[in-house]
C-alpha cells in the first residue's frame, strides 16, 4: 500500500520560503511510471495544482507560481520536497502531496494516493 | 482549461439520488477524474477516466460523459457520501480542478 507524508513548518514568515517535504513508503520515487506532485487547498477553498517532477528530472509548474517554486526528487531518501519563494498571506493553504500516474505522451494523470496534507500559516 | 461544478451546494437525503455536473471549457475527451473530500481529509480519487471507479470505491458511484460534459452519479446516497466531490481535467500537462459541489444533508 503507497502512502505519502507531508512535513514541514506550520508556520512561514512573508517573504521568507515554504518548505515541505513528502516521505513516500510502499513504492519509490524512481521506480518509474509516476510522477510526484504538489497541491494545494487554501482555507475553505478548493484545490489548485502547484508542480510535478519525474525522477529524472523533468518537471512542471503551474504558471501562476512559476519563479517562485521549486519541486526536487530526493531518490535516497524517498522522498520528495517543495519550495515557495517570497510567500504572502494568499500563500496560506492546507499542502497535499500525492502521486500521478504517467499516460499517453508523457502527459499527467490523476492523483491517487494523497498524502494527508500540511496546514502552513504565512504570518508575521 | 476551466472547470465548472454545479450545483454548488447538493441538499439530499439518505437513499436519494444525486447527480453532479461538471462543464469544461474545451474538450478533454475522456480525461477526468473525479475525488470525494470529507472535512479535515485529503480528496480521494473515486473515477478516472470519465467513468472508471478506482479501486476500493463502491458501485453506487459512476461516472459519465466525454468531452466537456461530464456527470458523477450516486445511486443512493449513504451518510458516508455527504462531502466535496471535485472534478479534475487531465488532458493538458497543466492540471485543474473545478471549484467543488457539496453534498450535505
Known amino acids: 500500500q503507497v502512502q505519502l507524508q507531508e512535513s514541514g513548518p506550520g508556520l512561514v514568515k512573508p517573504s521568507e520560503t515554504l518548505s515541505l517535504s513528502c516521505s513516500v513508503s510502499g513504492a519509490s520515487v524512481s521506480g518509474g511510471g509516476y510522477y510526484w506532485g504538489w497541491i494545494r487547498q487554501p482555507p475553505g477553498k478548493g484545490l489548485e495544482w502547484i508542480a510535478y517532477m519525474y525522477y529524472s528530472g523533468t518537471t512542471n509548474y503551474n504558471p501562476s507560481l512559476r519563479g517562485r517554486v521549486t519541486i526536487s526528487i530526493d531518490t535516497s531518501r524517498n522522498q520528495f520536497s517543495l519550495r515557495l519563494n517570497s510567500v504572502t498571506a494568499a500563500d496560506t493553504a492546507m499542502y497535499f502531496c500525492g502521486r500521478i500516474s504517467v499516460g499517453d505522451g508523457w502527459s499527467p494523470n490523476w492523483l491517487d494516493p494523497w498524502g494527508q496534507g500540511s496546514l502552513v500559516i504565512v504570518s508575521s | 482549461i476551466v472547470l465548472t461544478q454545479s450545483p454548488g451546494i447538493l441538499s439530499s437525503s439518505p437513499g436519494e439520488r444525486a447527480t453532479l455536473s461538471c462543464r469544461v471549457s474545451q474538450s478533454v475527451n475522456d480525461k477526468l477524474a473525479w475525488y470525494q473530500q470529507k472535512p479535515g481529509q485529503a480528496p480521494r480519487l473515486l473515477i478516472y477516466g470519465a467513468s472508471t471507479r478506482a479501486t476500493g470505491i463502491p458501485d453506487r458511484f459512476s461516472g459519465s460523459g466525454s468531452g466537456t460534459d461530464f456527470a458523477l452519479t450516486i445511486s443512493r446516497l449513504e451518510s458516508e457520501d455527504f462531502a466535496v466531490y471535485y472534478c479534475?481535467?487531465?488532458?493538458?500537462?497543466?492540471?485543474?480542478f473545478g471549484g467543488g459541489t457539496q453534498v450535505h444533508i
Open positions: 479534475q481535467q487531465y488532458a493538458k500537462s497543466f492540471l485543474t
